[in-house]
């Protein structure tokens, strides 16, 4: 459960903490976790010697549900996403409760930065989809600064803030939009002239070398200021021991 909740950017902590607790998860944070569990579930399966066959057998170990998720029938993927939607509730049940995590907050100060930059919408204005996307590009950023020798810990925790130069900032930006733009494109928007929400058009849906020079030096300035955004949510960023 730890795993799939870091998966949509929240977390399990005591019922006296002062964040407020989630109840319900959106549809696409349902699919996107129900999915990952029967990816899971048909791993370990396989490992066990289970193989494919049109009708269960313990036996000879066959089951007509080791197949991919869009080959799933409808009452097969309602139980995963039943699974997910009771998280809440199996941990409530045991004093537990499911909250943001700091990384998601983190991206909401990444965006509300950068909408008041263009004059955007509110984080909460967004569709379902583009936030599970920006909450990716942050996971995708903690990444990119592990592969370069830091890491994203707790404002309390031991070791110095760092600053980042001017190669590391732009690398950091490269990567983010890069990643943003096979994230919009796997969820199907597409490159236009005006910006169009409706329809998934973007001005934006371009490589990095194409990229508006405007909205690029946007990219890197919003970079500039993560030491900023991770601490008014408790974070900073230190170098890796």
């Known amino acids: 459960i730890p795993t799939k909740l870091s998966m949509i950017g929240c977390e399990i902590t005591v019922k006296d903490d002062e964040r407020p607790a989630i109840?319900?998860?959106?549809?696409?944070?349902?699919?996107?976790?129900?999915?990952?569990?029967?990816e899971r579930w048909c791993k370990e399966k396989?490992?066990?010697g289970w193989t494919y066959g049109k009708r269960r057998n313990n036996k000879t170990k066959k089951t007509p549900s080791l197949v991919?998720?869009?080959k799933l029938p409808k009452s097969e993927k309602q139980k995963d996403k039943d699974s997910i939607e009771n998280i809440p509730a199996i941990l409530d049940s045991i004093g537990l409760k499911v909250v943001t995590s700091k990384l998601r907050l983190l991206t909401h100060e990444k965006h509300k930065y950068y909408a008041v930059k263009v004059k955007g919408v509110e984080f909460e204005e967004l569709s379902e989809d583009i936030k599970f996307s920006n909450y990716k590009q942050t996971v995708l950023l903690v990444k990119a600064l592990e592969d370069l020798?830091?890491?994203?810990?707790?404002?309390?925790?031991?070791?110095?803030k760092v600053?980042?130069?001017t190669k590391q900032i732009e690398y950091l930006a490269k990567r983010e939009h890069e990643s943003w733009y096979l994230d919009c494109i796997n969820l199907g928007w597409k490159y236009g002239l005006r910006r169009d929400d409706e329809n998934k058009i973007n001005p934006n849906l371009v490589s990095w070398k194409k990229l508006n020079k405007k909205f690029k030096k946007l990219n890197i300035r919003t970079l500039e200021n993560i030491q900023n955004l991770?601490?008014?949510?408790g974070l900073k960023i230190v170098k890796s021991e």
């Open 23 to 38: 109840t319900k998860f959106s549809p696409t944070e349902i699919e996107t976790l129900a999915i990952f569990e029967h």
């Open 46 to 48: 396989k490992y066990n």
């Open 68 to 70: 991919e998720w869009d």
């Open 149 to 160: 020798g830091y890491k994203v810990v707790s404002i309390d925790d031991a070791g110095e």
């Open 163 to 165: 600053s980042l130069n």
């Open 230 to 233: 991770c601490n008014n949510v």
